[in-house]
C-alpha cells in the first residue's frame, strides 16, 4: 500500500465565492487524493465581486519549496492556478523542475467571456506561456486559450477544425494535453474538448447550455479531470468525468437561482465523486 496520491496545489484561497483551493481540496479529498495546499494569496472574497481584500504570498511559495525539498517529500502532481505576481511564475517553474517526476498540470487562469481578470497584467499574462511550455497538461477555457495563442476572442460558435486547430498549437507550446473548456461549437451545445499528442487523438465531450457562469467552475473542473487521472482513467474518460459532474453541478446551483459570485453548490454531490464506474458519453472530435 502506497497510500494516497499527493497533489501540490499552488493556488489562491478565497474565502467567498467557492473557488480556487476552496473547491480543489474537498473535491480532490473526495476523490481520495491528498491535497498539500500552497496559497499563493489570500482574498477575502474572489476578484469577481469587484471589491476584496487581498494578501499577496509570493515570499510563501519558495520558503514552502525549499521545506519540502529539505525534508524529502515527494509529489505525484503539481497543479497550478491562480497567480498573484509575475514573480510567482518563477516559483511555480521552481516547483516543477523540483518535482520532474511529478505531473504538472497548469490551469492557466487568466480571464473568461473574453476578458483577462482585473489582477491579471499583459506581463503576467505573457508570462504564463512559460508555464505551460513546461507542462504536461494545460486546462484552459477559450478565453485563456486565445490569450496564450494571442489569437482574438471568437464571437459566436466555433468549428471543429478551428478547435483541432488550436488544440495542436498549443499543444506544440511544450504540454502533451491541452484540454479546452467553456467551447460554443457550432453542432450546439457548450463542449470541452482534448488533444493527446502522443497519440495524436481529439476528444469531445458535449453538454448543455445553462445561461450563467459560475465562479470555480473551472478549478473543479480541473480537479476532478487530475482525480481521474491520477485514478487510471483515460483522458476522455477522466474529462467525462470532469464534464459530467462540474455540469451537474452548475444546474443545480442553477436551479436555486444563487448569485454566480457564490460559485458552484457542489457540497451535497460530492459523494458521486466516489463512484468507480466508466464513462462513454465522450466523441471523437
Known amino acids: 500500500m502506497t497510500g494516497p496520491k499527493k497533489v501540490a496545489a499552488i493556488h489562491d484561497i478565497s474565502g467567498l465565492g467557492r473557488c480556487s483551493l476552496t473547491v480543489i481540496i474537498p473535491v480532490l479529498s473526495a ?72 505531473l504538472k498540470v497548469v490551469d492557466p487562469v487568466m480571464g473568461d467571456n473574453g476578458k483577462s481578470y482585473q489582477t ?19 486546462t484552459p477555457n477559450l478565453t ?36 479546452i473548456t467553456s467551447v460554443p461549437m457550432s453542432a450546439g451545445g457548450i463542449c470541452t474538448v482534448g488533444y493527446d499528442s502522443e497519440r495524436n487523438s481529439f476528444w469531445k465531450i458535449s453538454g448543455e447550455y445553462v445561461p450563467i457562469s459560475y465562479s470555480g467552475s473551472g478549478d473543479m473542473f480541473t480537479s476532478v479531470l487530475i482525480g481521474g487521472l491520477l485514478g487510471g482513467d483515460s483522458l476522455p474518460i477522466a474529462m467525462n468525468r470532469a464534464t459530467s459532474f462540474t455540469q451537474s453541478t452548475i444546474k443545480t446551483t442553477y436551479s436555486y437561482g444563487t448569485h454566480w459570485t457564490d460559485g458552484i453548490m457542489f457540497e451535497p454531490q460530492l459523494h458521486r465523486l466516489k463512484a468507480d464506474r466508466e464513462l462513454s458519453d465522450y466523441t471523437i472530435l
Do not use: N
Open 31 to 102: 476523490m481520495g487524493v491528498q491535497v498539500c495546499p500552497v496559497p499563493t494569496a489570500v482574498l477575502s472574497a474572489h476578484t469577481g465581486y469587484g471589491e476584496f481584500v487581498m494578501r499577496d504570498l509570493t515570499d510563501y511559495i519558495p520558503a514552502a519549496l525549499s521545506h519540502y525539498k529539505k525534508i524529502g517529500t515527494r509529489f505525484d502532481c503539481i497543479y497550478s492556478g491562480f497567480l498573484a505576481s509575475s514573480e510567482q511564475i518563477d516559483h511555480c517553474l521552481d516547483f516543477f523542475h523540483s518535482f520532474p517526476m511529478a
Open 120 to 138: 491579471y497584467t499583459p506581463e503576467l499574462c505573457a508570462r504564463m506561456s512559460e508555464l505551460a511550455a513546461v507542462a504536461d497538461i494545460i
Open 144 to 179: 485563456e486559450a486565445a490569450i496564450l495563442l494571442e489569437e482574438k476572442y471568437p464571437e459566436g460558435q466555433v468549428t471543429a477544425a478551428s478547435m483541432k486547430s488550436w488544440l495542436v498549437r498549443l499543444s506544440q507550446k511544450g504540454p502533451k494535453i491541452v484540454v
